[in-house]
């Protein structure tokens, strides 16, 4: 991509200047005018194909800005810059809003930061997938189709109600098929995902309602979820629920 907008630092002394791009930060110089031998320069760097003006002109800016490069690596930028003698005003550090980040400071006060965007890890995408795992539970919990639901249990699942009765896959499965336990509500929201190599806790708060035995109930719970990949799926292994508030008949 042509870059097409290009910095101006406003200098005070070019020499000082170019030690710092040109020898410090690996900056060629493209071109450099003059209106008369003497007067203040006006210039063009480069490095690594992003684009910069230096300005000697006092009219043209002051002193103290600052920009912005995007850059494969800002860790090898920091090694470099560090090899040539030039120490950042900020090391790299991953920011709260995404990319990893770095701020060096030239001698008048002009301010490069130097930042590479981070690709989603490992952990992030899995933890995405966990997440399309308890909402499509959710569905098919709704569905009331007992084989859908069995397929996110693995076959030793348990759970444990929040009245402490514990139960098992077989059985709560045939309590779907048979139409005593039906569910026209499952919800999950404030997610919050651990994985621990192919094992993972997800935790959520939700609403459960349906009917049991032809009563109807609906419980405002947390639930917590222990997940384990088996043969490329994430299946629970344990369910533990907690009411957070009463429930109350539909």
């Given at each position: 991509?042509?870059?097409t907008?290009?910095?101006?630092?406003?200098?005070t002394?070019?020499?000082?200047?170019?030690?710092?791009?040109?020898d410090g930060l690996?900056?060629?110089?493209?071109?450099?005018?003059?209106?008369?031998?003497?007067?203040?320069?006006?210039?063009q760097l480069?490095?690594?194909?992003?684009?910069?003006?230096?300005?000697?002109?006092?009219?043209?800016?002051?002193?103290g800005?600052?920009?912005?490069?995007?850059?494969?690596?800002?860790?090898?930028c920091?090694?470099d810059?560090v090899?040539?003698?030039?120490?950042?005003t900020?090391?790299?550090a991953?920011?709260s809003?995404?990319?990893?980040?770095?701020?060096?400071?030239d001698?008048?006060?002009?301010r490069l930061?130097?930042?590479t965007?981070l690709?989603?890890?490992?952990?992030?995408?899995?933890?995405?997938?966990l997440?399309r795992?308890?909402?499509?539970?959710?569905?098919a919990?709704?569905?009331?189709?007992?084989?859908?639901i069995g397929h996110y249990m693995?076959?030793?699942?348990?759970i444990?109600?929040?009245?402490?009765k514990v139960g098992?896959?077989?059985?709560?499965?045939e309590?779907?098929?048979?139409?005593?336990?039906t569910h026209?509500?499952?919800?999950?929201?404030?997610?919050?995902?651990?994985?621990y190599?192919?094992?993972?806790?997800?935790t959520?708060?939700?609403?459960s309602?349906g009917?049991?035995?032809?009563?109807?109930?609906r419980?405002v719970?947390r639930?917590?979820?222990?997940?384990?990949s088996?043969?490329?799926h994430?299946?629970?292994?344990?369910?533990?629920l907690?009411r957070?508030a009463?429930?109350?008949?539909l």
């Open positions: 991509m042509v870059q907008v290009t910095p101006q630092f406003r200098i002394n070019a020499r000082r200047s170019l030690a710092f791009y040109v690996g900056f060629q110089v493209d071109w450099e005018h003059r209106f008369e031998p003497g007067y203040p320069v006006f210039m480069t490095r690594a194909g992003q684009t910069l003006f230096l300005t000697e002109h006092a009219g043209d800016c002051q002193v800005g600052a920009a912005y490069f995007v850059v494969p690596d800002v860790d090898a920091h090694n810059f090899g040539r003698g030039v120490m950042p900020q090391p790299p991953t920011m809003w995404g990319p990893r980040e770095m701020v060096v400071t001698p008048d006060g002009n930061r130097f930042a965007p690709q989603p890890t490992v952990s992030s995408k899995l933890q995405e997938d997440i795992v308890a909402h499509d539970w959710d569905r919990m709704v569905g009331n189709d007992a084989d859908e693995a076959d030793d699942w348990i444990v109600g929040s009245d402490g098992d896959k077989a059985t709560f499965l309590l779907v098929r048979s139409g005593a336990l026209d509500e499952m919800t999950s929201e404030d997610l919050d995902v651990r994985v190599g192919d094992t993972a806790v997800v959520a708060r939700g609403v309602g009917k049991y035995q032809d009563q109807p109930f419980e719970e639930s917590s979820c222990v997940f384990v088996q043969e490329g994430w299946r629970c292994v344990l369910t533990h907690s957070l009463q429930g109350k008949a």
